[in-house]
């Protein structure tokens, strides 16, 4: 007799006890993304294509070109850094100090960049840095050809900051599951050095190395608090074109400009995030995790 | 081959040390020269003073923001306790085939960026701001938001290493309620899990600059930055601090858990 109601209580109860976070994360996470998205296509008087338009402008096309130059070379100077560093943490003990303290340190380095980075860089290479002025001491100009460090190159360089120690935390995991017993049995069979990783630690790392990479280059695609704290005006890179946008009070249309700048950011992210799947898929066949 | 391997660790030993060195330097020299910046006196040829850090306190705009980060991160925190360990435990419990798309939703915030993310919230935070409030505490929502893929990674791993099916049904069969299987059997058991996630909760909203900027609210790293433009010196001690803060409670966080496996290790054997 209860059995029916009991069944159509369990269901109903069932979803109610992850209501309260699909309740949360749809206003939360899904309704921004989808204001994004309608925002790049709406203007002032209705539906438009005139956001995305504009995103052909040259300094817009020059800005996007800039952030991806920037992520490809600070991820991939940060992902070989990172490798050779993680390397050297796991060949070690694995409850070292050591190792701990790279851990911790990597933590808070790869976390709380921005601002903080910023300023860092601005103490030590800035006009009145700490090492400009050894340097201006002992007679050597660190900036001959003029200061580099509040643009582009000076921002690929902070970027390597936070890069290599996120790779050491994303790679670490696929070091840690290579096992001696590889190298013994290519010791056995007669390969040295050079063999073991061209033929068996190499191929079986890649994978997971270029998944790393791809992280480290969405990671630098998306960073903006550095950017806005050393270059705070103009819009270098596409952060800081969505934020000057986004801040212009000219009027909705700049709001509406900044969505479809964010949406172009989401599609490029959306590419590297699948490509990242499937490089994931293919690493954990060798390397569980 | 014992010669072959000597040879080998020594060559490792060696490569090891200079890594160490030369990272070592690239990485702690512009904290050691934020400190050096920091201390700096006002002339040249001035001695050097603490007077930058001092005077962090003396700013109330400045103690407001710090205060206000503080709150955001005990807030969002709890939030995420309240929000999200129930939610994962009743679907791990009694909508397993749900397990994979909760996964999907809490890593999104991973894929898109928080400075797309703040276009999205401007509106709602407009909406925020004229009926329910215009603290700088609404910001606990987006944070929220933001902690979500690094809670989930730190309760998941939590999760999976307990029995929850078996311990909850054990205390159901005795008679224990929903409410006492989570808070006083399940959470217990992975307590390592929980601070873990409190603890990135807390760095990742101190570290927090791109949403709060954005929507005009003056946080810990709004405030550095707003500072910077004026007096570079006062900006980089309150980073410096910030920084120190940061780093020792991730340090604690790494052998708190160390600490607390070890104490379940050893109740085990025992």
């Known amino acids: 007799m209860r059995r029916p109601l009991r069944g159509r209580l369990r269901i109903s109860t069932t ?37 995305l338009a504009q995103l052909s402008q ?30 050297a943490v796991a060949t070690g003990s694995p409850d070292g100090i050591i190792r701990r ?35 201006q001491q002992h007679g ?13 190159t000076g921002l690929t360089l902070i970027y390597t900051y936070f890069e290599i120690p996120l790779m050491v935390i994303v790679f670490m995991p696929a070091l840690d599951g290579v096992r001696p017993q590889w190298r013994e049995a290519t010791d056995t069979l007669g390969g040295g050095t050079w063999s073991y990783w061209r033929h068996v630690a190499g191929p079986l790392l890649t994978p997971a190395f270029l998944g790393a990479w791809l992280l480290l280059f969405a990671n630098a695609f998306s960073a903006y608090a550095t950017a806005a704290a050393l270059l705070d005006i103009g819009g270098v890179i596409v952060p800081l074109q969505i934020s000057r946008a986004f801040s212009s009070e000219v009027g909705l249309n700049q709001a509406n400009f900044a969505a479809a700048l964010a949406l172009g950011m989401v599609v490029i992210v959306a590419i590297i995030t699948t490509l990242y799947a499937r490089l994931q898929r293919r690493s954990a066949r060798w390397l569980p995790r | 081959m014992p010669a072959v391997n000597r040879r080998r660790r020594r060559r490792l030993a060696a490569f090891k040390t200079v890594v160490y060195v030369v990272l ?11 400190v050096e910046f920091a201390t700096r006196g006002v002339g040249l040829t001035s001695p050097r003073t603490l007077a930058a850090f001092t005077s962090i306190g003396s700013d109330p705009e400045l103690v407001d923001a710090i205060t206000a980060s503080l709150e955001l991160a005990v807030i969002t925190s709890v939030g995420m306790l309240a929000l999200l360990l129930p939610t994962m435990i009743w679907i791990r419990l009694r909508v397993p085939r749900m397990v994979r798309p909760l996964e999907l ?14 276009v999205g919230f401007a509106p709602l935070y407009n909406w925020i701001e004229i009926n329910v409030s215009d603290s700088i505490l609404m910001l606990a929502f987006a944070y929220l938001i933001l902690v979500l893929p690094y809670c989930y990674r730190a309760l998941d791993a939590g999760l999976s290493a307990v029995d929850i099916r078996t311990l909850s049904e054990a205390a159901r069969s005795l008679g224990a309620s929903w409410g006492t299987v989570m808070w006083r059997i399940i959470v217990p058991n992975m307590s390592s899990a929980v601070s873990n996630a409190c603890l990135l909760c807390v760095a990742v909203v101190l570290g927090e600059f791109t949403v709060a900027n954005l929507l005009n609210f003056e946080n ?38 160390r600490a607390l496996s070890r104490r379940r290790g050893g109740a085990a054997r025992a």
Do not use: K
């Open chain 1, 15 to 51: 979803w109610l006890g992850a209501a309260p976070f699909l309740v949360y994360s749809g206003v939360f996470l899904a309704l921004p993304t989808v204001l994004v998205a309608v925002g790049a296509f709406s203007g002032p008087h209705g539906p438009t294509l005139a956001n």
């Open chain 1, 140 to 152: 050597i100009t660190f900036y001959p050809n003029g200061v580099w460090l509040y643009s582009l």
């Open chain 1, 58 to 87: 040259p300094y817009v096309v020059s800005a996007f070109l800039n952030s991806l130059l920037l992520s490809a070379v600070s991820a991939s100077v940060g992902a070989v850094v990172g490798a050779v560093l993680a390397y």
């Open chain 2, 24 to 34: 070592g330097l690239f990485f702690l020299l512009p904290i050691a020269a934020m």
């Open chain 2, 105 to 118: 939703v809490c890593l999104t915030p991973l894929t898109i960026p928080a400075i797309v993310l703040v």
């Open chain 1, 101 to 135: 303290l790279v851990t911790a340190l990597c933590g808070v380095l790869s976390q709380f960049g921005g601002v903080t980075l910023a300023f860092a860089f601005i103490a030590t290479i800035g006009t009145e840095g700490f090492i400009v002025i050894w340097l």
């Open chain 2, 220 to 257: 810990l790293q709004v405030a550095i930055s707003i500072l910077g433009t004026g007096n570079a010196r006062d900006s980089i001690a309150l980073a410096v601090l910030s920084l120190v803060f940061v780093f020792f409670f991730l340090l604690l966080l790494s052998f708190l858990g």
